[in-house]
């Protein structure tokens, strides 16, 4: 069952080996996209955005806010063997039924973990990164509520042009069946994403699919509309349409349908996955 993350893990040692043969100047630059970055930066999209379901009637207990923060921190400014970075990273993600009478927290998600990233490029000058990360998610909670599970992951992200980004990521899920049954079907052992500068520095759109390990069943796709209303801000006017699976821990045997609407901040460079 491992076996194609074996050869994921294989390929991505090729490309790093053979992007050892560009001369040294690119490979300095390479590096340097991610040192000209403040080593407490961002790490994925953080966000708050406001909703309602789309399959499902609307109303106070259906409609909510959720919300992500999300940051890295780069442990050395100088790279280990092999010229890999190291890092440690903490992402959030939350789910406020702000709507309902008593306001309440329905979920709330917990992903700390480490990575060691190579960047690097590829033929033609596309910038790339290369990961691989120990994960750990949970919801924090016990008994028949409890939701857990961990991942060894290894990821590529490439700017193939000016305007693409796109993203390959694998993992090897260790879940506690007894606790957590069928959640591997559900987060599944890889995702895809693309992000696509529609006007560079004003519009942009993202796309993510995760695919769960049913043949046609599970997984899930996440899109979104960014607009930047000022150049020199980090921070973007954001529609996000949610369907499928695993949006949070609790309801991952749930399938959702959610259109939102919010802000977010997005990582200075094209994140390392």
């Not at 009637?57 to 959720?66: C, F, L, M, Y």
């Not at 939701?147 to 899920?173: C, D, E, H, Y």
Request: glycine share 6%; with cysteine; hydrophobic share 35%.
């Amino acid at each position: 069952m491992y076996l194609k993350y074996v050869l994921i893990c294989c390929i991505l040692f090729s490309i790093q080996a053979n992007s050892q043969l560009l001369e040294h100047d690119k490979d300095f630059r390479a590096a340097d996209s991610l040192l000209k970055e403040s080593s407490f930066s961002v790490h994925r999209d953080n966000y708050f955005l406001t909703g309602v379901p789309l399959d499902t009637d609307i109303t106070r207990n259906t409609a909510d806010v959720k919300y992500q923060v999300s940051f890295k921190q780069r442990l050395s400014s100088k790279p280990l063997l092999g010229g890999f970075f190291p890092y440690l990273m903490y992402t959030q993600k939350a789910f406020w039924d702000i709507y309902a009478n008593s306001k309440p927290f329905s979920e709330i998600n917990f992903n700390p973990g480490f990575a060691i990233v190579r960047p690097f490029y590829l033929k033609g000058g596309r910038l790339t990164y290369g990961t691989i990360s120990l994960e750990h998610e949970s919801n924090g909670r016990d008994s028949i509520y409890s939701r857990t599970w961990n991942m060894l992951a290894f990821s590529l992200k490439s700017q193939i042009s000016p305007r693409w980004t796109v993203g390959l990521r694998g993992w090897i899920p260790l879940v506690d069946k007894d606790d957590n049954p069928e959640l591997t079907q559900y987060v599944g052992y890889g995702e895809a994403s693309a992000s696509y500068q529609i006007k560079p520095g004003r519009w942009s759109a993202d796309v993510l699919f995760r695919k769960g390990s049913g043949l046609i069943n599970y997984g899930s796709l996440q899109t979104q509309v960014n607009w930047r209303p000022y150049k020199n801000q980090n921070y973007y006017f954001t529609l996000q349409w949610f369907v499928g699976y695993t949006e949070s821990l609790i309801d991952y045997k749930e399938h959702k349908s959610m259109l939102r609407l919010g802000f977010v901040l997005k990582p200075e460079n094209m994140g390392i996955f």
